[in-house]
């Protein structure tokens, strides 16, 4: 491992976050990092877009940080909100982005970055990284046409059991029968810094809202799926499930 990389790991590492990160520093297993940002209102709501259409995203791609995915939310949670997946192929990438990004020229010059304590480009965001899981060690972008997306966070209640709910997806076999069913999943991702620990998130893409109801139907009728949920060893696991609907920006590379 490169000196670089080791104390990218260390940082994390001692704060027991690592998540496997000997394996997963040889790019086996993306990191995914999704911020919720709270636009302003009125005539500003539209600062955070046209930065990240017109500088942000290109820049992170320059630094290997991608694809980057923008999203809007369709249904779920009240209020605006711009939803930006990043795809982090290490840990030294999450660690070192903010100042790989400082050092763009594009990035650091633009009036979004440089903007005033009394117009400032956004209200704030919030922030949660996330380890790929080892059956789906990297994100699957589907088509770019119409389509939606669904945001998946499943809450537990203690480690234990969020790692035996990562386990049904893994060796239990869960995402397995998701794509044996129709399902099409984007990314799996284990939470290590964010709100509302411990939990996992996921993402699915669809066509529109009838083909999510359709796809689910045939996965919730899976004699697999049926037997899978029924083990003891899987049951109680997840204490609270949010679940929101994303419609890709423009300019999203998801």
């Known amino acids: 491992m490169k000196r670089r990389q080791f104390l990218a790991a260390a940082s994390l590492g001692s704060l027991g976050l690592t998540a496997g990160a000997d394996a997963k520093e ?11 940002y709270q636009p302003l209102l009125g005539s500003k709501k539209r600062q955070v877009d046209d930065f990240l259409r017109n500088v942000g995203i290109a820049a992170m791609n320059r630094i290997g940080i991608g694809p980057v995915g923008a999203f809007n939310l369709k249904y779920g949670e009240n209020g605006p909100s711009l939803y930006v997946l990043m795809v ?4 030294e990438s999450v660690v070192t982005a903010d100042r790989r990004l400082l050092e763009d020229d594009a990035f650091r010059k633009s009036d979004f970055v440089n903007a005033s304590l009394s117009e400032p480009g956004y209200v704030r965001y919030e922030s949660s990284l996330m380890a790929a899981f080892k059956d789906l060690p990297k994100l699957e972008a589907p088509e770019k046409k119409g389509r939606i997306f669904e945001l998946r966070t499943y809450e537990s209640h203690s480690i ?21 069913t129709g399902l099409q999943p984007v990314f799996f991702g284990e939470t290590i810094i964010g709100p509302k620990m411990p939990n996992l998130m996921y993402m699915l893409a669809f066509e529109d809202l009838s083909d999510r109801d359709k796809r689910w139907g045939v996965f919730g009728s899976s004699p697999e799926w049926r037997e899978l949920r ?17 419609r890709p920006t423009g300019y999203s590379q998801i």
Not at 26 to 36: I, M
């Open 88 to 91: 982090h192929k290490s840990l």
């Open 26 to 36: 040889a790019g086996k297993v993306e990191y995914f990092e999704l911020r919720k």
């Open 160 to 180: 234990k059991a969020a790692k035996k709910k990562v386990e049904m997806f893994n060796e239990g076999g869960e995402i397995a029968i998701f794509k044996k």
């Open 230 to 246: 029924g083990k003891a060893e899987y049951k109680d696991t997840v204490s609270n499930i949010t679940d929101i609907i994303l």
